[in-house]
C-alpha cells in the first residue's frame, strides 16, 4: 500500500536540482544521470563511513558508477566544453 506522504519522501531521499544548461535533449539526459550518479556516490559513501561497506568495495562501487556515467555521455555524444 503507498502511504500518502510517499512523494515527500522521495523528494527528500532523491533531491533534483533545477538544470541551467543548454536545454538540449542529450543535455537534460545527462543532467539526470549526472543527478543520479551523485546520490548513489552520497548513499556510498554514507555506508562506507558508517563501516557498512569496506573501502575497497565502495571504491569498486564508485568506479564502476564512474564508468556508466562515461559511458552514458558517451552514447550521447555530448563534447567536452574545453574540445
Request: aromatic share 12%; charged share 30%.
Amino acid at each position: 500500500m503507498v502511504q500518502p506522504n510517499q512523494p515527500d519522501k522521495n523528494r527528500f531521499f532523491y533531491p533534483r536540482s533545477r538544470y541551467y544548461g543548454q536545454i538540449r535533449p542529450e543535455c537534460l539526459v545527462f543532467n539526470a544521470n549526472l543527478q543520479e550518479f551523485a546520490q548513489k556516490v552520497s548513499f556510498i559513501s554514507i555506508l562506507e563511513t558508517s563501516g557498512k561497506l569496506a573501502p575497497e568495495e565502495a571504491y569498486k562501487q564508485i568506479k564502476g558508477l564512474w564508468k556508466e556515467l562515461k559511458h552514458s555521455k558517451k552514447e550521447l555524444g555530448i563534447a567536452n566544453e574545453q574540445d
